[in-house]
C-alpha cells in the first residue's frame, strides 16, 4: 500500500482549558483533494493551525504523519521543509519585508533544509515569474511588503503564488474562497487546479460549496465539534449546501 | 522650591570641575559647583541621571599615538578624522569642498550641562565649507584612543545655498572607560538637501554624548540619523532649528541596545517661522536588560503659523527586562498648526514569526528579518547603496552578537 501524504490519528488538541480538536482521523493519499466542511467555529481551522505548527495549541493525543513521517515535535518552518504547505485564511502583513526578499529566503530555506543547493539569482527570478504570470501577479506587487495593502484578493492570489513556487506534498487551504468576489475565485481556483497533479495532495477547508465547484474534490468530509462526522463524495457537498450542518448536532456559532 | 544647601560632589564632579577651572572655564565650573550634574529631578535628565551614570571622569585626553581600525567602512568616501580631539590631515578634498579649522565652541548656549562642558572644553573644530553638491559621502571618523579619556570635539558644517550632501560621523576607539563629548553644527543653505548620520559605535566601557545642532533656511531639506550601537552609556541631542519658510526635516534615530546598556535621544525641534515642517521618526530595540529613551520636543513659535510636525517613537522589546521610555512634549505658541505625537511598543509579532516560520524560514532567520523590518523605514530613504549595506550591516552584527 502507497504511503498516505497525510495521516492523522486520534488527534486532539485543545488550547488553554478548551478541547477544540476531539479525536481527528484523516487519511490522504497521494494526489487527492480532500475537502473539509463545516460550520463556524467547528475547529476546522485549528486543524489547519495545528497541522501547520502553531504554538497556541496543545496536542493532548493522536499522531500526524506526513508521508510517514510524525511531524508534531517538529517546528512550523521544519514541517514546510517536510512538504507541508498552509495558506492561510487571514495572510499576515509583514511590513519592511519586501515580498520578493520573502520569497527568495523561504524558497532557499526550504532547500537549506533538504540538502539542496540555493537557487541563484537568474533561476529564482524565472521560477517567481513563472509561478507568479499565472495568477496575475506582477513585479509591482512583488516589490511591495509582504502582504501590506494588498486587497483580500491580491494576499490570496500571493498565497497561492508562494504555494506554486515552494511545491509542497500537501497543501493545506484554509477558507481560500473567503473575502474573494467571483473573478477572483476564477484565477485563484485556476492557480489551485494547476498544481494538482495526481502526486501533491490538498485539504481544502471550506464552509461554502462555491469553491468546491471550482476545486473539485475526490472526497468530501463534514467537521462537526471537532471532528469528521461523515466522509462522501463531492455531491455530500451539495447535500450539505442544500440542508445546513444542523442534521449533525452541536451548536451553531 | 529649591533646596537652599549645596549639593554634595562625588569624584565625577570633583574632576569634571578641575578640568574646567584648567581650561579658563570659571563660569561653567562654577555651575557645576553649585548644581552637581543633573540628577533625575531635573526635567530633562530625568531617564538620564547622569549624577547616578557618570561615576568617573577620566582625565582629559592627550594626542593620540594609535588608531585602531576603522569602525564602518563606506566605500567610496571621503575620509576626515578627529582624533582624541585634534584635527588629523586629511586626502585632497572633493571639488567644492572647502576644509578647515576653528576655534570650538560650535553650539549655540543653552540651559545644558553637556552642551556648556563642550563649549568650554573643545579647542578646536573641524570646518567644512560645500560651495556645490557633493558625491562622495563625505565620513567624518570621531576617535578615542588609548588609555580612559575625556574628550570634547567639534565639527562645523555649512552647506551652501542649493546643494546637496551627505555627511556620516562615526565614533569609535579603543576600549577603555573614556568620556566623549561631541559637537556639530550643521547649517544646511536655502533649498540645499542634506543627509547627516551620526552612529555611536564605541566600545562598551565609553560615556558617549553628542549633540547636533542644526539651523535650516529656506526650502532646506534635512535627514538626520543617529544610531546608538556602542557605547554603554549614550545620549544624542538633536536640535534642529527650522528657520526659514518652507523648510523640511525627516528627524529620525536607532538605540540598539543590550544588557546593561543604556541609549538616550533627546530631541528638540524649534519651528521658529511659519511654514516648515518635521517628521520625528525613532526606533528603539532592546533585548536583556537595557535601556532605551527617545524624549522629543516640538516647539512652535508665536508666529510659526501652518509648522506641520508631527513626534512618533516605535519600541521594539526583544526581553521581558527590556525598558523602552517615551517621553513626547509640545510646547506650542501659535493656534493654526498641525502637531501630534504618538508611542507604540511590543514584543515581535507571534503571527508574523509564525507565518514567516510557516514558510519554512527558521525562527532566528524569521526573527532578523523582522528586526530589520521594523528598522526599514529609517534606512530604506538613504539612497547610497553602499552607505544603506554599511548600516545595515550595523544592524545585522548586532543581531548576531545576540544570537
Known amino acids: ?253 | 522650591m529649591r533646596a537652599n544647601f549645596p549639593v554634595r560632589l562625588g569624584p565625577a564632579e570633583d574632576a569634571l570641575i578641575a578640568q574646567l577651572k584648567a581650561a579658563g572655564a570659571d563660569s561653567t565650573a562654577e555651575r557645576i559647583t553649585v548644581a552637581g550634574l543633573p540628577t533625575r529631578r531635573v526635567e530633562s535628565y530625568h531617564y538620564t541621571d547622569l549624577k547616578t551614570l557618570l561615576r568617573a571622569i577620566p582625565p582629559v585626553a592627550n594626542a593620540a599615538n594609535e588608531a585602531s581600525a576603522p569602525a564602518l567602512r563606506i566605500p567610496g568616501a571621503f575620509n576626515l578624522m578627529i582624533a582624541n580631539g585634534a584635527i588629523q590631515n586629511a586626502a585632497t578634498a572633493p571639488a567644492g569642498v572647502i576644509v578647515g579649522k576653528a576655534d570650538g565652541g560650535v553650539l549655540t548656549t543653552r540651559d545644558d550641562v553637556l552642551v556648556h562642558i563642550n563649549g568650554a572644553l573643545a579647542k578646536e573644530a573641524l570646518t567644512l565649507t560645500l560651495e556645490n553638491s557633493v558625491d562622495p559621502v563625505i565620513q567624518v571618523e570621531r576617535r578615542i584612543e588609548g588609555e580612559a579619556a575625556h574628550v570634547a570635539d567639534a565639527l562645523k558644517v555649512f552647506v551652501a545655498d542649493d546643494a546637496s550632501a551627505t555627511i556620516v560621523e562615526t565614533f569609535s576607539g579603543s576600549d577603555a572607560a573614556h568620556v566623549g563629548n561631541h559637537a556639530t553644527y550643521l547649517s544646511v543653505g536655502r533649498n540645499a538637501v542634506v543627509t547627516h548620520i551620526t552612529i555611536d559605535l564605541s566600545a562598551r566601557a565609553v560615556s558617549h554624548f553628542a549633540t547636533n545642532e542644526y539651523q535650516l533656511a529656506d526650502g532646506a531639506r534635512l535627514r538626520t540619523l543617529v544610531i546608538h550601537a556602542g557605547a554603554g552609556l549614550a545620549r544624542t541631542h538633536v536640535f534642529p532649528r527650522m528657520a526659514g519658510a518652507g523648510a523640511h526635516a525627516d528627524l529620525t534615530g536607532l538605540n540598539l541596545v543590550a544588557d546593561g546598556q543604556h541609549a538616550d535621544i533627546t530631541m528638540e525641534t524649534l519651528h521658529a517661522v511659519p511654514h516648515t515642517s518635521s517628521q520625528p521618526l525613532f526606533k528603539s530595540i532592546v533585548r536583556g536588560r537595557a535601556k532605551a529613551i527617545v524624549q522629543g520636543k516640538l516647539v512652535v513659535a508665536r508666529d510659526a503659523q501652518k509648522t506641520d510636525a508631527k513626534f512618533m517613537h516605535q519600541g521594539l522589546m526583544l526581553s521581558d527586562e527590556a525598558e523602552i521610555l517615551s517621553k513626547p512634549e509640545l510646547e506650542i505658541y501659535a493656534d493654526d498648526v498641525v502637531c501630534g505625537h504618538g508611542s507604540t511598543c511590543g514584543m515581535i509579532d507571534e503571527d508574523s514569526l509564525f507565518y514567516l516560520m510557516s514558510r519554512g524560514i527558521p525562527k532566528s532567520e524569521a526573527e532578523t528579518m523582522l528586526v530589520r523590518g521594523f528598522i526599514a523605514e529609517l534606512f530604506d530613504p538613504i539612497d547610497d547603496e553602499e552607505l544603506n549595506e554599511a548600516l545595515q550591516t550595523i544592524v545585522d552584527s548586532w543581531l548576531m552578537v545576540g544570537k
Open chain 1, 1 to 253: 500500500m502507497t504511503t498516505p501524504v497525510l495521516e492523522i490519528r486520534n488527534l486532539h488538541a485543545r488550547i488553554e482549558e478548551r478541547e477544540i480538536l476531539k479525536g481527528v482521523n484523516l487519511i490522504i493519499p497521494p494526489g487527492e483533494v480532500h475537502a473539509i466542511m463545516g460550520r463556524n467555529g467547528s475547529g476546522k481551522s485549528t486543524l489547519s493551525y495545528v497541522l501547520a505548527g502553531k504554538e497556541d495549541y496543545e496536542i493532548t493525543e493522536g499522531e500526524v504523519l506526513l508521508n510517514g513521517e510524525n511531524i508534531l515535535e517538529m517546528e512550523p518552518d521544519e514541517r514546510a521543509a517536510a512538504g507541508l504547505f498552509l495558506a492561510f485564511q487571514y495572510p499576515i502583513e509583514i511590513p519592511g519585508v519586501a515580498t520578493m526578499t520573502f520569497l527568495k529566503a523561504a524558497l532557499n530555506a526550504q532547500r537549506k533544509a533538504r540538502g539542496e543547493a540555493e537557487l541563484s539569482t537568474p533561476d529564482f527570478m524565472r521560477a517567481v515569474k513563472e509561478a507568479g504570470a499565472q495568477l496575475n501577479i506582477d513585479n509591482d506587487m512583488l516589490k511591495r511588503p509582504l502582504n501590506v495593502g494588498f486587497s483580500g484578493g491580491e494576499k490570496k492570489r500571493a498565497e497561492i503564488m508562494q504555494m506554486a513556487l515552494l511545491k509542497p506534498s500537501l497543501a493545506v487551504l484554509d477558507e481560500t474562497d473567503s473575502g474573494l468576489d467571483i473573478d477572483a475565485l476564477q484565477v485563484v481556483s485556476k492557480g489551485v487546479n494547476a498544481l494538482r497533479d495526481g502526486q501533491r495532495s490538498m485539504l481544502v477547508i471550506t464552509h461554502y460549496q462555491r469553491l468546491l465547484n471550482h476545486i473539485v474534490p475526490d472526497v468530501v468530509h463534514v467537521f462537526s465539534d471537532g471532528r469528521i462526522v461523515e466522509s462522501g463524495d463531492k455531491d455530500l457537498a451539495l447535500k450539505l449546501e442544500a440542508q445546513g450542518y444542523a442534521s449533525y448536532g452541536g451548536e451553531a456559532a
